[in-house]
């Protein structure tokens, strides 16, 4: 028999060993990373409802994941849970698109400042645009505002400058921006604060060009302030909760999912220490033999986000004394059952989503976005 490229192809090459043959739990459709990472590197997240859940997972592990923007001493774990602290490693709630993140970047560093860069909801609440549910109920007067704004700006440019890792979970390509300058919003204006006006924003749907371009000038700025910094890139699975095309929410959510992540593997392709890790096809390709999404098939199931994790941590994590230790603990914490256990679980699987604001029903408007 002749021989050809296909004639000795490795398992994960081959579709009936890679895929229709393993157990359904099993499916791993990462080959190999390009780089590793300990317990004391200092990891920094950022992205969509889904990245929340590798953030607890980093946490769980024991590994050093950074908190730049932390809550004053004397704030009680409720209300830093109320007022979004920890939630990321900086206060900056989700980012949904690469543009935001862009957007992020430049306005920490003074190189781009919004026109609009508050809403006055009334003379006593006060609200930031770009981080619309960060702080329930809004800031009480526009200092406190500025105050909490420049404190976030140095949190983010510390983070950034810190870290030794960082993971972004891409979710979206459509976005609501102002006319004016192009300032990008994480939800339509109008729907959890300011007023809606199609004379002031526009709705744009990124191409796959936009995101790479995006994500470019990101990494280089990143480099440029941190030049060891690698990045691992994946795609959140959770479909789009409303869409402003003209067209099936279905549909709308492909071409979302499709252009990220073409746009992941070419940035992957083009810049070392850039990695893509394949968490939206272990969900949502349906591969895995198990339906990961719940009743409402958006949200992932525990089972899911446990799948993807495990994978995470085969790959990309480094095993270390503290890590086996915290393993352990959490095996214990397993072990127990009853309601309580019933409630950690569900309280730890709850997410802060701009987006779920969009979902009202019967809706009244067309102004949404997010993932």
């Known amino acids: 028999m002749a021989s050809h490229p296909y004639s000795r192809l490795p398992d994960y090459a081959n579709w009936r060993r890679a895929v229709s043959r393993v157990s359904p739990g099993d499916l791993d459709p990462m080959v ?54 920890g939630v990321y490693s900086a206060r900056y709630g989700n980012i949904y698109t690469s543009r935001q993140l862009l957007q992020l ?15 006055r909801e009334s003379e006593t609440v006060f609200l930031d645009p770009f981080r619309p549910n960060i702080q329930p109920r809004g800031f009480n007067s526009l200092r406190e505002f500025e105050i909490d704004r420049a404190r976030h700006f140095k949190a983010v440019r510390d983070a950034f400058e810190n870290l030794d890792v960082f993971i972004f979970t891409l979710g979206l390509t459509e976005s ?31 191409t796959v060009d936009d995101v790479v371009d995006d ?47 073409v746009a992941c593997d070419q940035l992957a392709r083009r810049f070392e220490g850039v990695a893509y890790f394949p968490s939206y096809e272990i969900i949502a390709g349906g591969f ?10 958006r949200s992932i199931t525990e089972e899911g986000v446990a799948h993807v994790m495990s994978i995470f941590e085969r790959h990309f994590l480094e095993d270390s004394e503290q890590q086996t230790a915290m ?22 699987m709850k997410l802060m989503c701009d987006e779920e604001a969009l979902d009202i029903d019967p809706p009244k408007k067309n102004h949404g976005n997010p993932d």
């Open 288 to 297: 895995a033999s198990k339906n990961y999404f719940a009743e409402d098939k």
């Open 215 to 261: 994500m470019s000038a990101f990494l280089e700025g990143l480099r440029g302030v941190n030049p060891a910094a690698r990045v691992i890139l994946t795609v959140s699975p959770v479909p789009l909760v409303a869409t402003a095309e003209a067209r099936h929410v279905l549909v709308s959510t492909m071409y979302s999912k499709s252009v990220l992540r």
């Open 327 to 348: 393993r352990l603990a959490l095996q214990l914490l397993n072990a127990q059952s009853g309601d309580n256990r019933v409630q950690a679980v569900a309280k730890a």
């Open 32 to 85: 190999e990373a390009p780089f590793r990472f300990g317990a004391s590197a200092r990891v920094v997240t950022a992205g969509s409802c889904f990245a929340q859940h590798i953030g607890r997972f980093l946490r769980a592990k024991g590994c050093a994941y950074l908190v730049t923007e932390p809550a004053h001493a004397i704030v009680g774990p409720n209300a830093r849970s109320v007022l979004n602290y």
């Open 105 to 119: 970047f430049e306005r920490a560093y003074g190189r781009f400042t919004p026109r609009e860069d508050v809403w």
């Open 176 to 206: 609501w921006r102002m006319r004016a300058d192009g300032a990008v919003y994480p939800v339509c204006p109008g729907v959890v604060g300011g007023e809606f006006s199609g004379e002031k924003y526009e709705f744009i749907n990124l």
